[in-house]
């Protein structure tokens, strides 16, 4: 199969929490796309100006986004790109921005009526406060981390204490979710279709950091064995969440289906991981696409979506 004649360029690294995992990200694509395109060119960086510089030197056709947490996902790297002209995979600056911030996310959703677990948003100037917090357990979530980082399940007040402690370190504004016992599901959305969808059955109590990058620590059931109505109804639900916040062609939508068999949205995210152990890529496998492919859909995907916007700026001409 000949090589495409373009240039493609692999976002990495970066400077957030989750570097680490970027670089593996970044790593799995680069070897994935070196036998589809003439040129691959890493970008990794340690601060945004070497960013920017390394951007305004080296011409590519795309810019496949393999950054994850601040900076990468949250519409700042996004913005750049689009001030530079720069084509690039996944959702645009605000359809990320809303997807990194849990807060504003779980305000979407609820303006579209879609089902999240009662929550009550914490800063350093919130005070203490009545009847929720005594509703243990609860979730505690910095707003603007991913890949589970400072997140906690607590059972009691002083728990509670110690995880905004450690919350606040990360963040200025914490998202407290009821804490719903249930079955942990995810569906990956490609080309703006729902794949199949996966339960998740960690080894730890939650589906942690350890459980979401170790091997072995995570069961995965691919396709979830949910009755065909529910699993109908979940994938709806993520469509709607991943449209709902303006993503574009692909996400991650993760959920918690309680007892009684009740969905409910944990968050979107805009710019899922790309590793070994990674759900997307899982759940592509499932209907027969393998990890090459994905990529190549992913920047075929902002291909076409370069195209609308050419096609609507000459209409509106």
């Known amino acids: 199969m000949a090589k495409e004649n373009k240039t493609i360029g692999i976002l990495m690294g970066g400077f957030s929490s989750e570097r680490e995992i970027s670089l593996k990200s970044g790593t799995a694509v680069c070897q994935a796309l070196r036998n589809l395109?003439?040129?691959?060119?890493?970008f990794d960086f340690k601060t945004e100006q070497e960013l920017i510089e390394k951007l305004?030197?080296?011409?590519?056709?795309?810019?496949?986004?393999?950054?994850?947490?601040?900076?990468?996902?949250?519409?700042?790297?996004?913005?750049?790109?689009?001030?530079?002209?720069?084509?690039?995979?996944?959702?645009?600056?605000?359809?990320?921005?809303?997807?990194?911030?849990?807060?504003?996310?779980?305000?979407?959703f609820k303006q579209h009526g879609l089902t999240v677990p009662e929550y009550q948003v914490f800063n350093k100037?919130?005070?203490?406060?009545?009847?929720?917090?005594?509703?243990?357990?609860?979730?505690?979530?910095?707003?603007?981390?991913?890949?589970?980082?400072?997140?906690?399940?607590?059972?009691?007040?002083?728990?509670?204490?110690?995880?905004?402690?450690?919350?606040?370190?990360?963040?200025?504004?914490?998202?407290i979710e009821k804490y719903i016992s249930g079955r942990e599901i995810t569906i990956g959305i490609l080309e703006d279709r729902p794949l199949p969808v996966i339960e998740v059955k960690p080894k730890n109590k939650f589906?942690?950091?350890?459980?979401?990058?170790?091997?072995?620590?995570?069961?995965?059931?691919?396709?979830?064995?949910?009755?065909?109505?529910?699993?109908?109804?979940?994938?709806?639900?993520?469509?709607?969440?991943?449209?709902?916040?303006?993503?574009?062609?692909?996400?991650?939508?993760?959920?918690?289906?309680?007892?009684?068999n009740n969905p409910f949205i944990l968050e979107v995210n805009a710019i899922p991981g790309l590793t070994e152990t990674s759900l997307l890529p899982k759940a592509a496998r499932a209907l027969g696409i393998e990890f090459p492919e994905l990529c190549q859909k992913m920047i075929r995907a902002a291909d076409k979506i370069e195209m609308l916007d050419q096609d609507m700026f000459l209409v509106n001409e």
């Open 37 to 42: 395109y003439d040129k691959i060119i890493v």
């Open 125 to 175: 100037n919130s005070e203490q406060s009545q009847g929720f917090y005594a509703d243990f357990p609860l979730v505690v979530k910095p707003a603007m981390e991913g890949s589970s980082i400072g997140l906690s399940i607590v059972d009691d007040p002083q728990a509670l204490f110690l995880a905004l402690k450690q919350a606040l370190l990360l963040d200025q504004d914490i998202i």
């Open 56 to 108: 305004k030197k080296i011409k590519v056709d795309c810019m496949f986004n393999a950054l994850h947490g601040r900076f990468g996902e949250d519409g700042q790297v996004q913005k750049i790109l689009d001030d530079l002209n720069i084509l690039y995979t996944g959702s645009g600056a605000a359809a990320c921005a809303l997807a990194m911030n849990k807060v504003a996310a779980h305000q979407v």
């Open 207 to 260: 589906y942690d950091f350890q459980s979401k990058y170790t091997v072995g620590m995570t069961e995965y059931i691919i396709p979830a064995q949910l009755p065909e109505k529910i699993i109908e109804q979940v994938q709806d639900l993520a469509i709607k969440a991943h449209k709902a916040l303006g993503c574009d062609c692909f996400s991650r939508v993760d959920m918690i289906i309680d007892h009684q």
